[in-house]
């Protein structure tokens, strides 16, 4: 994470996030919603790393999230190990179709916990809510995980863009109220900066910054 001033006075920071879970859950269709409101339903499995940047504003502060995707199969391991180096967000994705990438979690869980810092802002994320009459994983399966390891939790579809917008932005605002809190504690002499304040130009993401607080389409 980078956090620089720009002309004027003005703050601007820029925030790594990384996207993790099994192969073909569906995390560069997350990221090509999100970023461009684009979905390819026959995207292939990403080789390597890829990435987009997001710009928005919190706070009257411009906040960038350079979001990172990478490939959930074994044989790309190696890229992924460097790949969470300065990552300050994630979000661990599964398949709610699929209950192996469910199980799977604990394992990403680990591999984060491993190569990232504690204090990295966490989602979990039950993608393909549109496919629920072929289900595997409930959402009550998904809300006590992500209580259980105290993360947020959110079903989205990348399909239909459900809670695509929000699920990101949870964590880009997690991040930004860390960053906050740390300024508050170290620097008394800048009383303007205040959480409650903090707001985001996403509908119903207010809502949703409970950790382990559910949504689903």
Same mark, same amino acid.
């Given at each position: 994470m980078a956090e620089e001033g720009g002309g004027g006075g003005a703050e601007s920071y820029l925030f790594k996030v990384v996207i993790i879970g099994d192969s073909a859950v569906g995390k560069s269709n997350l990221l090509s919603r999100y970023s461009r409101d684009e979905f390819n339903p026959n995207s292939r499995a990403t080789i390597g790393v890829e990435f987009q940047t997001q710009t928005l504003t919190i706070d009257g502060k411009e906040?960038?999230?350079?979001?990172?995707?990478?490939?959930?199969?074994e044989r790309f391991r190696a890229v992924t190990s460097a790949y969470y180096r300065g990552a300050v967000g994630a979000l661990l994705v599964y398949d709610i179709t699929r209950s192996a990438t469910f199980q799977s979690i604990d394992r990403w869980l680990q591999e984060l916990n491993t190569h990232s810092d504690t204090s990295v802002a966490r989602i979990l994320v039950g993608n393909k809510c549109d496919l629920g009459e072929i289900r595997a994983v409930s959402v009550e399966d998904g809300k006590n995980l992500a209580e259980?390891?105290?993360?947020?939790?959110? #079903?989205?579809?990348?399909?239909?863009?459900?809670?695509?917008?929000?699920?990101? #932005?949870?964590? &880009?605002?997690? &991040?930004?109220?860390?960053?906050?809190?740390?300024v508050l504690s170290s620097d008394t002499s800048k009383p303007e900066v205040s959480l409650?304040?903090?707001?985001?130009?996403?509908?119903?993401a207010e809502e949703q910054m409970q950790k382990g607080k559910s949504s689903c389409c």
């Amino acid at each position: 994470m980078a956090e620089e001033g720009g002309g004027g006075g003005a703050e601007s920071y820029l925030f790594k996030v990384v996207i993790i879970g099994d192969s073909a859950v569906g995390k560069s269709n997350l990221l090509s919603r999100y970023s461009r409101d684009e979905f390819n339903p026959n995207s292939r499995a990403t080789i390597g790393v890829e990435f987009q940047t997001q710009t928005l504003t919190i706070d009257g502060k411009e906040v960038k999230a350079q979001i990172w995707d990478t490939a959930g199969q074994e044989r790309f391991r190696a890229v992924t190990s460097a790949y969470y180096r300065g990552a300050v967000g994630a979000l661990l994705v599964y398949d709610i179709t699929r209950s192996a990438t469910f199980q799977s979690i604990d394992r990403w869980l680990q591999e984060l916990n491993t190569h990232s810092d504690t204090s990295v802002a966490r989602i979990l994320v039950g993608n393909k809510c549109d496919l629920g009459e072929i289900r595997a994983v409930s959402v009550e399966d998904g809300k006590n995980l992500a209580e259980s390891e105290g993360l947020f939790f959110m #079903e989205t579809s990348a399909l239909d863009s459900t809670n695509v917008k929000t699920a990101f #932005e949870i964590v &880009i605002k997690e &991040i930004y109220n860390h960053v906050s809190r740390k300024v508050l504690s170290s620097d008394t002499s800048k009383p303007e900066v205040s959480l409650n304040s903090v707001s985001l130009t996403a509908n119903g993401a207010e809502e949703q910054m409970q950790k382990g607080k559910s949504s689903c389409c």
